[in-house]
């Protein structure tokens, strides 16, 4: 499979390499008819360019394909965050494995339009999980503590979500 970048934005962190590595922990099987991840300042999807990713369908003898918008990821990020490289590649990662899971329902299961964000949510969720393993215990302790933090701010700036 090909990475291609054609990104103009100027970050530290080397993005082609970080997605290699993240492709490393995902089955083979799930990649098969995926031709290419495509690495862009923003999306081309015509009604959604604040959108971080984009699937593809292979349309004929053409190959799937990812696009992934690194400008539209990583634009409100403080510099020094790209010196965190857990946060850098989980940003990262949360997106490719989000258009991974649209491949993999599109190209084995065929996957109706209406459940497909939920499912590739669903698919996003199990990789982190499986990628990020090692940090979930380390943060697993504190998660109450963040949670409470989270739950706070939302309540002192008013941005809490309303209750059904």
Known sequence: MRIEKHFQMRIPINIERL????????????????????LVDQVTHKRDKKS?????QSKGQELAKIEIGVNT??????????YLPFIAK???ATVLYHEIGHHVQYSTHGIIKKDA????????KEMLK????LWRLF????????????HSRETKTGTAPAKK
Not at 130 to 133: I, Q, W, Y
């Open 73 to 82: 990821i990583y634009r409100a990020m403080p510099r020094f965050i790209f």
């Open 139 to 150: 943060f697993l302790p504190i998660s109450p503590l963040v949670h409470w933090l989270n």
């Open 117 to 124: 964000e939920n499912l590739a949510e669903k698919y996003k």
């Open 52 to 56: 971080e990713g984009l699937y593809w």
């Open 130 to 133: 499986k990628v990020f393993f």
């Open 90 to 92: 989980f940003m990262l």
């Open 19 to 38: 997605v290699r590595k993240l492709l490393v922990k995902v089955p083979e099987d799930h990649l098969v008819g995926l031709g290419s991840i495509i």
